[in-house]
């Protein structure tokens, strides 16, 4: 449970940062995504989930990440 945590806590400092150090363009980048078809961005979430879960599996399923 405290890995989760930790990991949810990075996971939002990380989604935080553009926001913090780039508002403006943060802006811009938002607006440009209203523009975006809803099936683009549906390929887009789908592709960032799958590329995050195998990143979870091959961090703890393999010795890739053991120090």
Known sequence: M???VTV????????GIPYFAF???MQAY???MQDM???SLRVMGAFS???GLLLC???LKTGLFNG
Do not use: C, D, H, T
């Open 37 to 39: 078809p809803p099936g």
């Open 57 to 59: 599996y091959i961090a």
């Open 49 to 51: 989930i799958m590329a």
């Open 23 to 25: 508002p403006e363009k």
């Open 30 to 32: 938002m607006r440009k």
């Open 2 to 4: 405290k890995l989760l």
């Open 8 to 15: 949810i806590g990075m996971v939002f400092v990380i989604e």
